[in-house]
């Protein structure tokens, strides 16, 4: 049995100095095996998920949340990171790490501050933007890195004007 992982990793070790940045992107498909993943102290960075397909287990330290196709989740540095796929779910999950200074700032211009969960819907924004940083990212150049921080300022801003139109987010 396997799961399916694609993922770049440009620095995992990320320099919150710098004011925004994407330091990997990733996709798992769990068709095979479930997928379990624990990290009780978190990371040092954020993560942004999106449910593509099938439905995911998350927990992050406060709550347990079952989310389906079309939902994002978001993790907080330090916050603890335990969430599952299971295999007969047939999930599909995409999912970015960033941070850096002004990470706060551009979460709270788009309104997500304090959200951690939000319907995005099928548009398959969320896929397209994820394949594009993964591109990016193998560049390994300041152009390339800029982009990833620009495309992913415009993911965010999008998922802050979708959840408030759609008023289906939940507050961390």
């Not at 992107?25 to 990371?43: E, L, N, T, W």
């Not at 998922?159 to 759609?166: N, V």
């Amino acid at each position: 049995m396997s799961i399916n992982i694609s993922a770049l990793h440009y620095n995992d070790n990320l320099d919150v100095k710098e004011g925004f940045s994407v330091n990997n992107a990733g996709y798992v498909k769990a068709f095979d095996a479930d997928s379990h993943i624990c990290r009780p102290g978190g990371r040092y960075d954020y993560q942004l998920l999106y449910v593509k397909a099938g439905k995911a287990h998350f927990y992050n330290g406060q709550k347990n949340y079952t989310l389906g196709s079309g939902h994002v989740f978001l993790y907080r540095p330090g916050q603890p990171q335990i969430y599952e796929y299971c295999a007969a779910d047939r999930t599909e999950i995409y999912w970015i790490h960033f941070g850096g200074r002004r990470t706060d700032e551009v979460l709270k211009s788009a309104g997500l501050e304090n959200v951690c969960t939000a319907d995005f819907g099928g548009s398959g924004e969320f896929v397209r933007v994820t394949e594009c940083l993964i591109r990016e990212l193998r560049e390994q150049s300041g152009a390339a890195k800029l982009g990833c921080a620009a495309k992913l300022v415009g993911l965010i801003t999008d998922i802050g004007r979708s959840t408030r139109k759609t008023a289906d987010a939940a507050s961390c």
